[in-house]
């Protein structure tokens, strides 16, 4: 038996403020666009935004559904919107807040496994890898250079 070890690279900044300007902007739009999210059942209100290589930025919330297998994440919300309105463009950056109608979460949150699947085929089919920024709604800001930092051993098409 041969055991391997993965080892995961996070920069951690104390606050948004850390951030580069044009990362800390992104972060704004992110922070901004909280507030189309429309969580009525959980309360989560997620908002994500990236940067293009056209120097756009696009935002989205996430938006729910009784049927709450319906609910849509942010994360999915945003890259839907990227590939409907510049197809050809690239993600160069993403950045993810969230405010909670129920506590003040003050740790960076993490997209879920769907999510993380998701921006891993941006990634591929773009061919470069998408920095990432997570923010709590208060406090420190994870950076990772690309989602493979958080889905190691990730399933791809290269095997299908
Ligand atoms: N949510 C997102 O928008 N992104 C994630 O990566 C995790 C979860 C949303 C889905 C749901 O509306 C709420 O947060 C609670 O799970």
């Known amino acids: 038996m041969k055991k391997f070890t993965i ?4 920069n951690i900044y104390e606050s948004e403020q850390e951030l580069e300007l044009a990362d800390q902007k992104l972060m704004e739009e992110a922070t901004a666009s909280v507030k189309k999210s429309y969580s009525p ?24 559904n009784a049927s709450f297998p319906l609910c849509l994440c942010a994360e999915m919300v945003v890259l839907s919107t990227v590939s409907s309105e510049y197809p050809d463009a690239k993600i160069l950056k ?3 807040t969230i405010k909670s109608m129920k506590q003040v979460v003050e740790v960076p949150i993490s997209p879920c496994g769907a999510c993380r699947q998701t921006i891993l085929e ?3 089919r773009q061919k470069k890898t998408i920095r990432i920024f ?26 299908l």
Do not use: C
């Open 7 to 10: 080892n995961t690279n996070i």
């Open 134 to 159: 997570l923010k709590g709604e208060v406090g420190a800001v994870y950076e990772v250079e690309s989602i493979k930092a958080l889905l190691p051993l990730s399933f791809d098409g290269s095997v």
């Open 41 to 64: 059942y959980s309360g989560f209100r997620v908002g994500a935004s990236v940067l293009l290589d056209n120097g756009k930025i696009l935002s989205g919330a996430n938006q729910e």
């Open 122 to 124: 941006f990634e591929n």
């Open 94 to 96: 993403m950045a993810i």
